[in-house]
C-alpha cells in the first residue's frame, strides 16, 4: 500500500534519480530542469545541490542518474557534458572527472553509476565502454565488457548495481537481459531474456538491490517492477 505521497508535478518534473542518504533526506534529480532537488523525510523541499562551482562545465550541467557512497558523497553523472561531477556530505563540489569521449576514463553517453564500500566507482555507457571503474579521486582503473552479438557482449547497457559480494549487475535494454561480473571485469552470468514470463525481462532500464540483498529491476517496456533472490547465484 502506498505510505506517502509528496512531490506533486509542481515540485518535481521529469525525476530521473531519487535516492536517500544516511540523514533520511531524499535527493532526486531532474532530467529538463537541471536541478538536483533535496526534501526531507516528510517530502518537504530544503534545498537544491548547487552548480555555481562546478568547473569545466562548457554548458549547463544536465543531471542523470547519480550514487552516494558510505560517507553521503554524491557522484552524478553530467550527460551534457559527459562527467561525474562529486560533491560532499554538505553539498559542496569536490571535483569532477571524465570526458566526452571514447578514450579510457571518457563517456559517450553515461547511463548509470554505482559506487563500492571502498569507495570504487562504477559507471556504465550505453554507447561506449559498457562498464568504467575508478577509484576515488576519479582515475581511471580499468574497463570492460564490450558491445557485440555475443552471449558476454552487450547491446545497450543501462543501470548498473553491486550486491553484497561486489558482483556488477548490468541491464542491457536491448538484449532484455542482465550481465552479471566481477569487480575485475570477468563474466559471471547472464539473466533474463525477452518475454512476459516471471523470469523473462522486457527493456529492463534500471536497478539495484536493497537492504536484503534482493535484486529489483524496472522494465520499461512492460512498466513494472520485479524482485529477485539472488542469495543462491
Not at 131 to 154: I, L, P, W
Not at 166 to 173: K, T
Not at 211 to 216: G, K, S, T
Request: net charge neutral.
Amino acid at each position: 500500500p502506498l505510505i506517502q505521497l509528496f512531490a506533486r508535478k509542481s515540485e518535481v518534473q521529469y525525476p530521473v534519480c531519487a535516492l536517500t542518504n544516511s540523514q533520511g533526506e531524499i535527493i532526486v534529480s531532474e532530467m529538463n530542469s537541471g536541478r538536483v532537488k533535496i526534501f526531507d523525510a516528510t517530502g518537504r523541499y530544503l534545498r537544491d545541490l548547487k552548480f555555481n562551482d562546478v568547473a569545466g562545465s562548457s554548458e549547463t550541467v544536465a543531471p542523470g542518474r547519480f550514487a552516494l557512497d558510505a560517507k553521503d558523497n554524491l557522484y552524478l553523472l553530467d550527460r551534457a557534458n559527459a562527467k561525474v561531477h562529486v560533491f560532499d556530505s554538505e553539498g559542496k563540489h569536490t571535483f569532477s572527472f571524465g570526458d566526452k569521449g571514447r578514450k579510457d576514463g571518457e563517456f559517450w553517453m553515461p547511463a548509470d553509476i554505482a559506487v563500492d564500500p571502498a569507495g570504487m566507482v562504477f559507471v556504465s555507457d550505453s554507447v561506449s565502454v559498457p562498464v568504467q571503474v575508478f577509484d576515488r579521486s576519479g582515475k581511471y582503473v580499468r574497463g570492460f565488457g564490450k558491445h557485440g552479438q555475443g552471449k558476454t557482449e552487450f547491446s545497450f547497457p543501462s543501470g548498473i548495481a553491486l550486491d553484497r559480494k561486489n558482483r556488477v549487475w548490468v541491464a542491457d535494454s536491448f538484449r532484455h537481459d542482465i550481465k552479471v561480473f566481477n569487480a575485475s571485469g570477468a563474466f559471471l552470468a547472464e539473466y533474463g531474456g525477452m518475454g512476459q514470463d516471471e523470469t523473462a525481462l522486457f527493456f529492463p532500464a534500471d536497478l539495484d538491490f536493497d537492504e536484503d540483498n534482493r535484486l529489483l529491476v524496472i522494465e520499461k517496456g512492460a512498466n513494472r517492477l520485479k524482485v529477485f533472490s539472488v542469495e543462491k547465484k
